[in-house]
């Protein structure tokens, strides 16, 4: 505290301010047990914890998962390290990350007084999940007896460990399976005197993380107006980096008397 006195005839004038000598903070670190990444799960809830250890005054610490603020997820606690009012601030983000956010950055951002611009320091995301679910896939406008080719985008990561085809007269009793070879993280098989509009396919997925099944319906009539089918958009979609693709032609002109494809 800095104080200015003014004596005249009788009396003082007085004048405080309070004076702050500024110290640059030390460089903010991530305290995070991978320095490469980050990894997390898509179900559980992560803190993670940015700190700065000295700094006067105290710092102010903001996050970003790509180009988004996230900071308020996260809570800052303020600690003075002795007393000439230099503090340790540690920020801890609590947060629940979803699979489209696997890849992106995040970042801890650090301002002060002493600063032109903020200090960052940041850690790329691997969030590991089970293949994403997604609604049933209908595919119009097959013609009987002819050769028809099946794509089907998923996310998964890491990478499927088992993959196949299911077939049946319903999706509660399938019939028959066959296997998908591995080729490069995109995967193809046939299905050859089976395939048939009237059953109902089902393309299972599993990693280390769980097992997802992905409905197929097969239609010989044109897609309804409002419908989002994937006959007509699939290949419109751009699938995301970890994405992968399911094919399957199907060929068996033994059935085409029973609608099949």
């Known amino acids: 505290m800095w104080t200015c ?7 003082s004038l007085v004048g405080s301010k309070n004076v702050i000598v ?28 940015c700190s700065v250890a000295a700094a006067r005054p105290a710092v102010i610490i903001r996050w970003y998962l790509g180009d988004r603020d996230v900071t308020v997820s996260a809570e800052t606690e303020e600690t003075p390290t002795d007393k000439g009012g230099i503090y340790k601030s540690v920020s801890t ?17 650090v301002t002060h007084k002493t600063l032109y611009s903020p200090e960052n320091t940041s850690i790329p995301l691997n969030v590991v999940f089970k293949p994403v679910e997604k609604p049933i896939s209908t595919f119009y406008q097959i013609s009987p007896g002819s050769d028809y080719e099946v794509k089907l985008n998923f996310s998964a990561n890491p990478k499927p460990i088992n993959k196949e085809w299911r ?11 066959l296997g998908i070879p591995d080729t ?7 299905i050859e005197a089976k395939a048939d509009a009237n059953k109902r396919y089902l393309l299972v997925v599993e990693n280390q993380y769980g097992e997802t099944q992905y409905k197929v319906n097969l239609s010989i009539h044109d897609a309804p107006q409002d ?32 609608s099949g494809c």
């Open 22 to 49: 500024t110290i640059k903070p030390t460089s903010p670190i991530l305290e995070v047990d991978n320095q490469r990444s980050l990894d997390v799960t898509n179900e559980d809830e992560t803190p993670v914890k």
């Open 227 to 258: 419908d989002d089918s994937e006959t007509s958009n699939h290949d419109k979609i751009p699938p995301t980096e970890l994405s992968v693709s399911e094919g399957i032609v199907f060929d068996d002109e033994t059935e085409s008397s029973k």
């Open 93 to 109: 983000l609590r947060r629940t990350f979803q699979p489209t956010e696997n890849g992106q950055l995040l970042m801890c951002s």
């Open 5 to 11: 006195k003014v004596f005249v005839v009788g009396k």
């Open 167 to 177: 077939y049946g007269d319903s999706f509660e009793e399938m019939e028959g399976s």
């Open 184 to 190: 490069d993280g995109h995967y193809t098989t046939d």
